[in-house]
């Protein structure tokens, strides 16, 4: 129990300001004279940066629709009941050879009937087709992902990956695994839900380490798990305008869309292995083209009536302090200091 109590307060007390106070004199921490000194490159030339890899992306093949299929899945889990009710009236037949694939298909719903209310045949039935569903989904995300790292590396002229860290005790981090990440370049982004300073982050930051504070309070929860994952699911679904998606949802498995969505898992520096990049903050505006949104993995944890929190978006991306081979990790400084004016 004190153990487990210990181990909780590891993670939580970066976030905990007295702890951070009392003990930043004794940590490592980045520093700018104030915050328009924080961006190491304009906000345009990241921009242009990322146009370029998600038009590549997008014409190599990976669509708005390829990016939510697995979360496009889990929604056909249940089945409106006049369609059950109007075969399970019919005596003699059979239910699971009554009803067709595509007359199903036609009543999927998301709020009514459950799916342990089914029949049996049919409950059978719909469980196969969604357990085929989820496997396509995710082979075909696995096989979309090896493509997307080949663009990178034709666009780029690198890739990173999720792999062990090299610290001891840093669990997984992001390494290089091929070509060369030179000075001044996105070498990731920080995925996750973007919470505004008044919105309430308490229990979602319960023993989540990936949450990233910006410089104006604004939150990012880079939590691929737990209930981060669900809310941000959920946001993501409820933006969703038809066919088209605001954001990325692929960086919650292990094959994201976007290969530069493994931000959150870049280690902290140490004094033996000092920090190649540093964060920066920038906002995707409505500028921004609308058909590479589905590459961007941020999005709103509040929705306004108007549809302005959906045009603005906050995303934090890591940018390279100096070259940066194959082979070696991306460590940042999980403090920048601020000088007060």
């Known amino acids: 129990m004190t153990k487990n109590l210990l181990q909780r307060w590891k993670q939580y007390r970066y976030r905990f300001v007295p702890w951070i106070a009392l003990n930043l004199k004794n940590r490592s ?6 915050a328009s000194s924080d961006k190491l490159l304009p906000d345009k030339q990241v921009k242009a940066y990322m146009c370029t890899l998600f038009t590549a992306l997008l014409q190599g093949g990976a669509t708005s629709s390829s990016s939510g299929s697995l979360q496009s899945a889990e929604y056909d889990s249940v089945v409106t ?23 199903i298909e036609k009543h ?17 039935w719909h469980v196969s087709r969604l357990f085929r569903r989820k496997r396509d989904s995710a082979e075909s995300l696995e096989s979309l992902h090896k493509k997307n790292m080949l663009i990178m590396k034709d666009v780029l002229g690198f890739t990173v990956e999720r792999r062990p860290s090299r610290i001891t005790g840093g669990g997984n981090g992001v390494i ?17 839900l973007v919470y505004n300073s008044w919105e309430p982050i308490l229990l979602q930051s319960i023993n989540n380490q990936f949450v990233f504070r ?12 737990g209930v981060s994952r669900y809310i941000y699911r959920s946001c993501a ?12 949802t692929s960086w919650l498995t292990e094959c994201p869309v976007n290969p ?44 306004s009536l108007d549809g302005s929190a959906s045009n603005r978006v906050r995303s934090v991306v890591l940018v ?12 940042s400084s999980y403090f920048t200091l601020v000088k007060s004016p």
């Open 29 to 34: 921490a980045r520093k700018v004279p104030d």
């Open 81 to 103: 009941s006049d369609a059950i009710m109007s075969h399970s009236q019919n005596d003699g037949t059979n239910i699971h050879s009554a009803i067709t694939e595509t007359e």
């Open 108 to 124: 999927i719903c998301h709020n009514d009937m459950p799916l342990h209310s089914l029949n049996s045949p049919l409950k059978t």
């Open 176 to 192: 290089v695994t091929s070509g060369v990440i030179p000075e001044g370049t996105v070498a990731a982004m920080y995925p996750g």
């Open 214 to 225: 910006c410089i104006d309070n604004i939150h990012v929860d880079g939590n691929d798990r």
């Open 237 to 248: 679904q409820r933006d969703r305008v038809g066919p088209y998606w605001p954001c990325d």
């Open 260 to 303: 530069l969505a493994i931000g959150q898992y870049v280690n902290n520096h140490t004094k033996q292995y000092p920090a190649n990049v540093a964060y920066q903050e920038i906002d995707i505006t409505e500028e921004f083209p609308f058909r590479l949104r589905c590459f961007v993995p941020n999005t709103h944890y509040g929705s």
């Open 320 to 331: 390279s302090l100096k070259d940066i081979k194959e082979g070696e990790e991306l460590l």
